[in-house]
């Protein structure tokens, strides 16, 4: 935990908390959220304090999506130019999904699941060589908001069955709605395999 002095007799409250997960790379960054009667504010991002905690801070895009209930995306990655995004919720709650496919881990093709919501303050730090998604827990919409640190390649990106039976994700969604591209990814068996697919997400 850290505090930093701003101006003259102020002492900052801690902001937030920091845990590298055993999926090596992979940080939970979970941000002081003060609330009270009237609702809550949070820093999301502080750049004196991501520096300090060694949590990347050159980010060039921030991208905000909407998904129904029920709605499961992914699972997706960005090979060129290798892309690693910090993800958090700003409305709703999702179930998220990490899978490492980085094929020198020694972790590879395990995954890692947490909830993120929009009270819990809870982000993700999601590097280059894991495959990334979620499903929208609850009767209402999910917003995420997430930052980038290489721009968005449509012809460098691909992605891994969300149901593969090998990975085996137990996805908390009865029925759940997965847009025809996502249904059409291939297995992590087949990842590598196919044209233009890379070896290694991180190239």
Do not use: C
């Amino acid at each position: 935990m850290m505090s930093t002095s701003v101006g003259t007799g102020f002492r900052r409250l801690d902001l937030m908390h920091i845990t590298p997960l055993d999926l090596h790379g992979l940080l939970l960054v979970e941000l002081d959220v003060h609330g009270d009667e009237r609702g809550f504010f949070v820093e999301r991002f502080n750049l004196d304090e991501f520096k300090a905690a060694g949590l990347p801070t050159d980010f060039v895009q921030d991208n905000h999506s909407r998904s129904r209930p029920g709605v499961v995306r992914g699972l997706h990655y960005q090979h060129t130019p290798a892309q690693g995004k910090l993800v958090g919720v700003t409305r709703g709650r999702i179930f998220d999904v990490v899978l490492d496919i980085r094929p020198d881990s020694t972790t590879f093709g395990q995954t890692f699941t947490t909830e993120l919501s929009d009270m819990n303050g809870r982000l993700l730090w999601v590097p280059p060589g894991f495959a990334h998604g979620f499903a929208v827990l609850d009767d209402s919409p999910a917003d995420l908001l997430y930052k980038v640190d290489a721009p968005y390649n449509p012809d460098g990106e691909g992605g891994i069955s969300w149901n593969d039976p090998d990975v085996g994700i137990e996805w908390p969604v009865s029925d759940p709605i997965v847009s025809a591209r996502d249904r059409d990814l291939p297995t992590l068996a087949e990842f590598g395999l196919g044209p233009g697919d890379p070896q290694d997400p991180r190239d």
